[in-house]
């Protein structure tokens, strides 16, 4: 099951949260990888595996897409240049022939910079979009494939930073053996910056929160979160550091605060968020384009999960912070959490409410440790390949019951009916439509 949402309109704002580009359902994992331009590298390369299925085929790809970022800021006091960055750059795959890639969608993020509480600049930061499936699935093999990335210029404009960020290739694949998953993909130019407080309502500490939403989960769900970030920093304080934090609960869903502080609510400030460092943030002075992975737990009961990361200040001797901005999320989730998969067609079975007739559900047969269940829980005795169902069967006093069965096969995986079958009771015989008048007889003692 794929659904996909194309965006192919230049966005202009204060800033660009991410927000969901494509959602898939199935067999599929994925892998994501890039390289940094900084500051103004323009080509360089990188590696990217594709694994094999068990049947030794490659992995069918799904989806496969670029993003980049670059960034530009004003001279001091200059707020009227307005850089023109780079849509486009050439691939090659492996020894294939170069292509030129143009971008599907463009998100610049506009950010002002106060000093002494008078705007002075503007950052500007910007993340081409670039599905290329289909070129990825004509030229991509089993195996690493070297990726060769040319051509991607940093503006041109008059401006104290003119820099590329990074680029990278993010691969959906599936093969039949996968474990079933959900994968969503999203894309923006999420810019925060701890030294930007003052800058912007959208361009302070933290990120935009994503919030992920899915009917009340009834077991935990496990997930990967994967991304791609930019990064800034400078000779005298070289850190970039950041933390990445996740909520999963039910209720209100937390919002943006809209300011530069972020308040209680936040999901960086909330008490029971989840948090992680990411290390290669720390990294030195030159590596400003980081992959990133942090495991998450959705626990029973949740409505939602949601993410934000912050961006923090050195704790060394060196003060100072780096500019972030998120340019993609890959999100995998364990299962159907959003219930995605093929709804059940009905199937309905009738007997009648007076026991005179019954029904037999037959399971596959070559199972074994068969296990029959009603909406109540497991049917005691009930472990041969049929059920023999009438009136009087647990759960049909109401005169409609849901009835599966689990078993384990050839293979000793176990596993159940996908969709239960539903029994219901109608009247049988010769109905009474109208009232009768009944007679009495006797005889009389006189």
């Known amino acids: 099951v794929i659904l996909q949402l194309l965006l192919s309109v230049t966005i202009q704002a204060q800033d660009v949260p991410l927000s969901v580009v494509n959602t898939f359902y199935g067999n599929y994992d994925q892998n994501l990888h890039g390289v940094t331009m900084y500051p103004d590298i323009t080509s360089n390369s990188f590696d990217i595996d594709l694994p094999s299925c068990a049947s030794g085929s490659g992995a069918t790809i799904t989806n496969a897409y670029f993003v980049w970022q670059q960034r530009f800021r004003n001279n001091n006091n200059d707020l009227g240049t307005v850089p023109v960055f780079d849509n486009s750059f050439d691939l090659q795959i492996g020894s294939n022939s170069v292509v030129s890639i143009t971008a599907d969608s463009e998100y610049t993020s506009i950010n002002p910079e106060n000093f002494n509480g008078s705007l002075i600049r503007y950052t500007y930061l910007f993340t081409g979009y670039a599905d290329v499936t289909s070129m990825v699935q004509s030229e991509l093999v089993a195996g690493t494939n070297t990726i060769n990335v040319s051509d991607l210029i940093p503006p041109t404009e008059t401006g104290v930073t003119k820099q590329n ?49 899915f009917p009340t989960t009834t077991s935990p769900i496990t997930a990967t979160l994967e991304g791609m970030f930019g990064g800034s920093a400078n000779e005298s304080a070289p850190y970039r550091g950041g933390v990445i934090c996740y909520t999963a609960d039910s209720g209100a869903i937390p919002v943006n605060s809209g300011t530069d502080v972020a308040p209680s609510g936040d999901v960086v400030n909330d008490p029971a968020a989840v948090c992680s460092d990411n290390p290669t943030w720390t990294s030195s002075l030159g590596t400003e384009w980081d992959d990133f992975a942090t495991p998450v737990t959705i626990p029973v009961g949740s409505e939602y999960v949601c993410i934000q990361s912050h961006s923090i200040e050195d704790p060394g001797v060196t003060a100072g912070c780096g500019s972030l901005a998120a340019a993609t999320y890959v999100f995998k989730f364990d299962g159907d959490p959003f219930q995605m998969g093929t709804p059940c067609d009905p199937i309905l079975e009738t007997v009648c409410d007076d026991a005179t007739d019954s029904a037999t559900l037959t399971a596959d047969a070559g199972m074994t440790n068969y296990q029959w269940y009603n909406e109540a829980g497991i049917l005691a005795g009930e472990t041969s390949q049929t059920l023999v169902v009438d009136s009087n069967t647990p759960g049909m006093a109401d005169g409609s019951e849901d009835f599966y069965y689990e078993a384990t096969d050839a293979s000793g995986c176990p596993g159940e009916l996908c969709c239960p079958v539903t029994v219901a009771t109608e009247v049988c015989g010769t109905p009474c439509t109208t009232p009768n008048c009944f007679g009495i007889s006797g005889t009389s003692n006189n």
């Open 165 to 213: 960020w990074g680029i990278g290739l993010v691969l959906i694949y599936e093969c039949p053996e996968y474990p079933e998953v959900t994968i969503q993909t999203s894309v923006g130019s999420d810019f925060f910056y701890c030294g930007n407080v003052g800058g912007g309502p959208d361009a302070g500490d933290y990120s935009h929160i994503n919030c992920f939403e």
